[in-house]
């Protein structure tokens, strides 16, 4: 029997818990579209991105706009140090807000962000996973946003992880955000009894085939198990949802090379 992890809460507290006392590499502070944010001056991607133009992934954000809605419940998977969490705190009102993050120095900065921000916001400093108990983590140099995962302990950093169902056994979530570098059809996977309690639920879902191709997934198998799965799959190309054949998304993908992605909006088939 797998052991339950306290209930999901739905009421407002208020605020979010009290993080620990963050000792570590040095954080900058910056003014951005979610509020101030503390981040890693070591960041060499997110950080001078948020310095020049103050908001990060506004495509996205755009996106995750079109699905707000009063009493929002948001769930932010691959939080890093919390930008999107903070900028649907200020921009829905009521919102309450789950956001994990596993890594060790952006999941504490996460935590110091959300309880700076006074705004409903619960951080886990856990990985979620399809059932997995332990993940490694890798980081890019100077990019803390490319995170990556594989099963087992395995290196220097090593994070815990399990399944959305049991972490928060009695969740409901209107609009979840997933962004954990290939590892999105695991997550999902791991929610399903969420999913279920959740009908109408939006997932914002990254598709990256460069990194779904470095475990040794098909992207467009990866794209057919969506569908099979039971979800409507569509995809945003600037700023506009349209429903396309799964080889011709990973084609589109695979003309910026390794870098191209696009997001997935995925919702349950009627």
């Known amino acids: 029997m797998s052991r339950r992890l306290p209930s999901f809460r739905t009421s407002r507290p208020v605020g979010p818990a009290i993080p620990p006392p963050y000792q570590g590499e040095a954080l900058v502070t910056l003014p951005t579209e979610a509020g101030m944010l503390m981040i890693p001056a070591s960041d ?5 991105y948020l310095e020049r133009n103050g908001d990060w992934e506004p495509e ?31 921009r829905c009102p009521g919102a309450v807000i789950h956001a994990f993050e596993p890594h060790p120095v952006t999941s504490q900065v996460l935590a110091l962000n959300a309880w700076a921000s006074e705004a409903d916001i619960t951080t886990h400093a856990i990985a979620l996973s399809a059932g997995e108990r332990i993940v490694t983590l890798t980081t890019a140099e100077s990019n803390l946003g490319d995170t990556r995962a594989s099963v087992g302990a395995a290196g220097a950093m090593v994070a815990p992880a399990a ?17 954990v570098q290939g590892f999105e059809g695991d997550t999902i996977a791991g929610m399903s009894g969420m999913l279920a309690r959740s009908p109408e639920a939006v997932i914002v879902a990254e598709f990256w085939p460069a990194a779904l191709r470095e475990r040794g997934l098909d992207p467009v198998v990866v794209l057919r198990d969506y569908e099979e799965s039971g979800f409507d799959v569509r995809v945003q190309v600037e700023n506009d949802l349209a429903r396309r054949k799964p080889r011709d998304v990973v084609a589109l993908c695979d003309t910026a090379g390794a870098s191209g992605q696009v997001n997935l909006v995925l919702t349950r088939q009627r």
């Open 163 to 179: 399944a959305l169902d049991e972490v928060l056994p009695d969740a409901v979530f209107d609009l979840i955000k997933i962004d």
């Open 60 to 90: 996205e954000a755009a996106l995750l706009t079109q699905f707000f809605r009063k009493g929002l419940r948001f769930l932010d998977v691959g939080a890093n140090v919390g930008y999107f969490s903070m900028y649907v705190a200020a």
């Open 44 to 48: 060499g991607v997110i950080r001078p």
